[in-house]
């Protein structure tokens, strides 16, 4: 499989793109003034403890107040905050925590007044971005993740990805990490560490280690709320978690973004360096790799499948619940319950993709065609296992009911990525103009701007106009050509709105 990151620069934010075998699988968006990402750590302040709920609102800078339960708190709790007390006063220098007493852990099912108190400084990790009213959510069992381990200081637990299947191979990487793991710290062994030597696991333990110290050495001087270990930015910390050999490509039309992903790369995996392009042409890069026409189709209320079939997926506050059609599919299986089987074994793939492009979380509901017959049904859980198994968020699946229901729990960690597919009626009667009309409209703006531009004219249109400019013999645009002398070079833009249009000039700038 062909695996290809696309990632196009804003002012305000950066979009990443995707694609396997050039189809969109996922789609992520940072944006500049987003402060609380998923594995930030913070030097918080607790605000206030509620008993009642026995959980904490913790002060960390958002505009909500950070939940903490005290189940997040974590069973090292008194160690995390001896540690913190100690290195903020300047009385303890040495972060590696070799020499660092720890206490003793904190009753599970204890109260959460009774072991942390308002106006305390604590190190807290963001575990959940804040969502529609909810401030972010938080837990105190930090953790630094690398490529190939996630460092756990105050553990001495060694565990292994589940993911990786290999009795003898989960034996050899934890006989490894044994040998390499510095005192105090606990190591969590990530799927893409199969088959990795100990040199390069150590080499990334002591990059997570660094990272620890840097932390403890803002501390002396941090006044909370303050964040003190940032995560990855969304394009390295998407490679850390999924660069593989399948990885072909990774593109941006950002100059300081390809020069900051040739430097990550070259750290976490020097032969592919020569992968990380920079994007030079005029045409945008989203146009370019078929990814806005993929987004209009993708995020739509209804989603076309392949052989006639198409999904509904309805979200409300409670949950999201998808309703798989069979549509106008011609039936060329022996039965019916073939057709349905087929038709919900290419809904579980669809739907697979969708979870994660649209990063859709908490309770999903899928009401598949009814199957009668119980080999099918266990055919299609075990498939859409199967597709659900890329999805790197956590998630349960339960078999489907009696009544065809397939109930599906999915991690929410951050928003869910929403995009409007549906565009305004440019006509208060519920009509649109046709496009003769607009081309009026357009080649009166070129009669105005025709002699401003000495290095070309570029016309960045709707498709549809676009086609309706380049069509027949002559076409309008090859009629501009003989009327102006000027050949204007016309680009179809998916991601216009349907009256939308813009002259660019050679330096790519709207003449206006």
Known sequence: MRTDLIIRSNPSDIDFALLKDGRLSELHKETNDNNFNVGDIFLA???????GLNAAFVNVGSEKDAFLHYHDLGPKLLSLTKYTKLVSTGKLKEFTLKNFHFEKDINKNGAIDQVIKSGQNLLVQVVKEPISTKGPRISSELSIAGRYLVLVPFSDRISVSQKISSRSEKERLKRLVKSIKPKGFGVILRTVAEGIKVAELDEDLQNSLQRWVNLSKQLPRAQAPIKVLSELNRASSILRD???????????????????????IARIAPKKVSMVKLYKSKLPIFEKYGIEKQIKTAFGRTVSMPKGAYLVIEHTEALHVIDVNSGNRSNKANSQADTAL??????????ARQLQLRDMGGIIV????????????QKLFDHLKEAMKS??????????????????????VRP???IKTKEKNPNINGEVEAPIILVDKIENHLERIIDTSKNGITLHVHSFVGSYLKKGMPSIQQKWFLKYKKWIKVIPRDAYQYLEYHFLDGNDKKIK
Do not use: C, W
């Open 45 to 51: 302040k607790i605000k206030k403890t509620l008993s």
């Open 342 to 351: 087929e038709v919900n074994l290419i809904a579980a793939s669809e739907i």
């Open 391 to 412: 999805n790197r968020t956590k998630h349960k699946i339960l078999p489907p009911s009696k009544f065809g229901l397939v109930q599906i729990t999915r991690q929410r």
């Open 416 to 418: 869910e990525m929403v």
């Open 242 to 264: 999924i660069l593989d050999d399948s990885f072909t490509s990774i593109v941006t039309d950002d100059k300081e973004l390809f020069e900051e992903l040739k430097i990550y």
């Open 366 to 377: 899928v009401d598949f065609i009814d199957m009668h017959t119980a080999s099918h049904r």
